[in-house]
Each structure stands twice: as structure tokens, then as C-alpha cells.
Nanobody, 124 residues
């Protein structure tokens, strides 16, 4: 099994920045995609960004393009989400996820492993 630990959430004012991290441990997977999803109260889980470790490609939701950047550190087996120009509508619990393929999926149902979630709150 793969264990994912997400961290870096907190309270920030609109226009500020946060960096989330997702560290993978446990069974080694030589090729997998990592993604970030978020869920606000009363809403369904929403795709935010994903990165393919084998292809080196990325994908972003339209709502975060130009503001969020997903990156990776292969030596640390960690994926980051740099969030700039944060807006109140970005407030949600953010979850990191992984699936052991080279394909970038935007559907949360395709991801096999999930972190515990970290709260991001953006005040106005």
C-alpha cells in the first residue's frame, strides 16, 4: 500500500499564498500520477491539479490556472501545490491523491490512494 500525508494548509488572507505538500511512503511505485482535489462544505469533490511522474506533464482546473503550480521532488517522493493569489472561493479541504499509472486523470474516482486532507481557509 501507499500512504500519503498532506500538509501545509492554514488560514490566509485573500491575495496571499500557501504551499501544500504531499509525501508518499510505503510500497514503492515506479510510475504514478499525483493529483490535488478539494471539497468545500455541501459541494462535491473537485479536481484542482495533477502531475505525471513518468511523462512530466501537468493539468490544471480552469479555476486555478495561472494561480496554482504543481511540482514534484522525485528524491523526496513529494508533490507540492504552490497556491498564489488565493481567493475566498478557494476555501476547502484539500486532498492529495495517487494512482499507479502514467495517465493524468481529472476524475477523483480514478485515484486509488488518498491523503487525510488539509484545511485551506481564505479570508476576505
Amino acid at each position: 500500500q501507499v500512504q500519503l500525508v498532506g500538509s501545509g494548509g492554514g488560514l490566509v488572507q485573500a491575495g496571499g499564498s500557501l504551499r501544500l505538500a504531499c509525501a508518499a511512503s510505503g510500497r514503492t511505485i515506479n510510475s504514478y500520477t499525483m493529483g490535488w482535489f478539494r471539497q468545500a462544505p455541501g459541494k462535491e469533490r473537485e479536481f484542482v491539479a495533477a502531475i505525471s511522474w513518468s511523462a512530466g506533464s501537468t493539468s490544471y482546473a480552469n479555476s486555478v490556472k495561472g494561480r496554482f503550480t504543481i511540482s514534484r521532488d522525485n528524491a523526496k517522493n513529494t508533490v507540492y501545490l504552490q497556491m498564489n493569489s488565493l481567493k475566498p472561493e478557494d476555501t476547502a479541504v484539500y486532498y492529495c491523491a495517487a494512482h499507479p499509472t502514467i495517465v493524468i486523470y481529472r476524475d477523483y474516482k480514478r485515484y486509488d490512494y488518498w491523503g487525510q486532507g488539509t484545511q485551506v481557509t481564505v479570508s476576505s
